[in-house]
């Protein structure tokens, strides 16, 4: 019984801290209630990394000026948006984690991908241990023909599958999902801590090894983070996020983490008979079906990474019928809309407690960005006056506690495409006015408070 119990510890499923004991709260991440107990793995892992030749183990330190970087370091997606997300494309010898509700699309977006690469002369191992053989064959036979180097293989046993990488020397790798992985030496069910944890490091190992990418499917928990450890994320280079409702044909891919690229750049995606398409103009596609002499509705203009996207923010205020006003936010902060409430009960005289707002941002995307408060006080006055916003006008600016509104960043790549898009007028921030230069065919108006956006309307 001793020894059972020694060969036994607890994890955290947060961060992963290991204890030989339970405890009520992590000492590592301050959660409580995280600790699981699970078997500890064997001696037989470190046999299996020993199996795994990495080049250039023990070779001598070297400066930076002497590491050489090539172009073909970077192996394009067949996809300009993934590639956007990823950085010009994915790094060799990277892992990457790909997360998202069920049915979202995961598994058809890296098909397409495999295709893609294989149709470009790679070779790519796709590993499935949730769908047979015929299984991905009838999806695949919806995406189109594939032709090239790809191969199939239906296995859960990190071993096997460690073998076959290692056989075939792939390209690129694709394991849908972690959390059906297992390997024989932890005797814990696959999609506990310590399988998740012990298969991504031989994953990892494998990637870093060989040089080879390698693509992770993972599960997401209803709180929307991927299910397992939270040291799953720290171990991989880069965590993607495919965002959206699964009823909208529209589908986000947002970078969390990337070692390789920026965070803040997105992928648009369309959800079709014949797979995903990617979305080349996304500001055509939130703004398309705008309903036309309608009171709160808004088109402001939010900056993710380097791309400006136009969108649709949408208000509606009502009369409350019960003793307190219900707040409604999708597509935005909860807390921002109740702040930007008081800020025109407090500053404008708006009497906002008696009236139940509900806040939307079309199109299905969600946007935390503080350059769209502007629109969203101009979005519910617009509602609580009934009064049509013009729908040639772009609002875009940060407001203050005190009313101010204040200065963003890019301002001028955002006029662009208000312009590019046929907008005639723009209501932006006075700082931000006057760093600009005139620009033909649009109008620039400038505004420091709340109170003088209001009078446009």
Known sequence: MAKA??????????????????????????????????????????????????????????????????????????????????G??????????????????????????????????????????????????????????????????????????????????????????????????????????????????????????????????????KEGVVAGPRVLEHMVDTVLYFEGDRNDTYRILRAVKNRFGSTNEVGVFEMQGQGLVEVTNPSEMMISGRPKEASGAVVACSLEGTRPILLEVQALVT??????????ANGVDYNRINILLAILEKRCGYAMSRYDAYVNIAGGIRMNEPALDLAVVMALVSSFKNREVDPGMLIFGEVGLSGEVRGVSQAAQRVSEAKKMGFTTCVLPKANLGKMKSVPGIRLIGVENVREAIELI
């Not at 947060?14 to 959660?31: H, I, L, T, V």
């Not at 037989?44 to 050489?68: F, M, N």
């Open 5 to 86: 119990k020694n060969n036994t510890v607890f994890f955290c499923r947060e961060c992963g801290y290991e204890s030989a004991k339970w405890m009520g709260q992590c000492p590592a991440c301050r959660e409580w209630n995280s600790f699981v107990e699970e078997p500890v793995a064997s001696e037989k892992k470190q046999q299996a990394a020993e199996r795994i030749r990495v080049p250039g183990r023990g070779a001598a330190p070297v400066r930076i000026t002497e590491i050489s970087l090539e172009e073909q370091d970077r192996t394009p997606t067949g996809f300009g948006e993934l590639d956007r997300v990823l």
């Open 319 to 328: 009369a409350t019928n019960f003793g307190m006003a219900r707040r409604t």
């Open 88 to 221: 010009s494309g994915i790094v060799k010898g990277s892992m990457v984690l790909v997360g998202g509700d069920p049915g979202i699309g995961k598994s058809t977006l890296l098909l397409q991908v495999c295709r893609n690469l294989a149709h470009g002369g790679k070779k790519v191992l796709y590993i499935s241990g949730e769908e047979s053989l015929k299984q991905i064959k009838m999806r695949a036979n919806r995406i189109g023909s594939i032709d090239g180097e790809l191969y199939f293989f239906c296995e859960t046993n990190l071993d096997r599958i460690s073998e076959a990488v290692q056989q075939e020397n792939p390209d690129v790798v694709i394991i849908d999902s972690i959390q059906t992985m297992y390997r024989e030496d932890v005797t814990s069910a696959p999609g506990s801590v310590s399988q998740v944890r012990e298969s991504t490091s031989l994953l990892m190992q494998l990637a870093k090894g060989l040089g080879i990418t390698i693509f992770i499917v993972g599960h997401v928990t």
